[in-house]
């Protein structure tokens, strides 16, 4: 696979988000052990101190822990990371716009005002869905990186990862 290229939907696997409390295999609060074992024991392959991991790019996923060495966020690669579908929509490597689009017609046929919101890149979110959609590079094309966060964090949520947690492009 070439360093841009896209890993189709029906080669990745195929994980569903209950929002604000798992993401696929993992539920927020885990311990790091329970996590590796959740990714069937997949060893991490960066590590920045205690509260970030990165998985191989078979896996497809960045980590983030709290204090306590639970799993705090999820943030899955745009390239080859696995589909995380809800509402039978999948969120990951897709075109911004048309999920930005998605998030506010949701919002609406639901009666949530106050549902989207936007953090200081510009990045899409949705509270009642604790997501937070993130772009990445595909050559000249940008692909949404959804990042999942728990309820406790929705409050604030630029400020519960670092910044590069929202940068990675």
Do not use: I, K
Request: charged share 25%; proline share 8%; with cysteine.
């Amino acid at each position: 696979m070439g360093l841009w290229d896209v890993l189709p939907d029906s080669e990745r696997q195929l994980w569903t988000l209950d929002p604000l409390h798992s993401v696929g295999p993992l539920r927020f609060g885990m311990p790091s052990g329970e996590v590796s074992a959740a990714l069937e024991g997949c060893a991490p392959g960066l590590e920045s101190g205690t509260a970030f991991r990165s998985y191989p790019e078979d896996v497809g996923v960045e980590l983030h822990y709290d204090e306590d060495e639970r799993l705090w966020a999820v943030s899955v690669d745009a390239l080859r990371g696995p589909q995380v579908q809800v509402d039978g929509m999948p969120l990951v490597g897709r075109v911004p716009s048309e999920l930005e689009d998605w998030l506010f017609e949701r919002a609406e046929s639901r009666g949530l005002r106050t549902d989207v919101f936007y953090l200081p890149g510009a990045q899409a979110g949705s509270n009642t869905l604790g997501v937070v959609l993130c772009m990445q590079r595909a050559g000249d094309r940008l692909l949404t990186r959804p990042v999942f966060l728990p309820a406790e964090a929705m409050g604030d949520v630029h400020h519960m990862l670092p910044q590069e947690a929202w940068d990675h492009v």
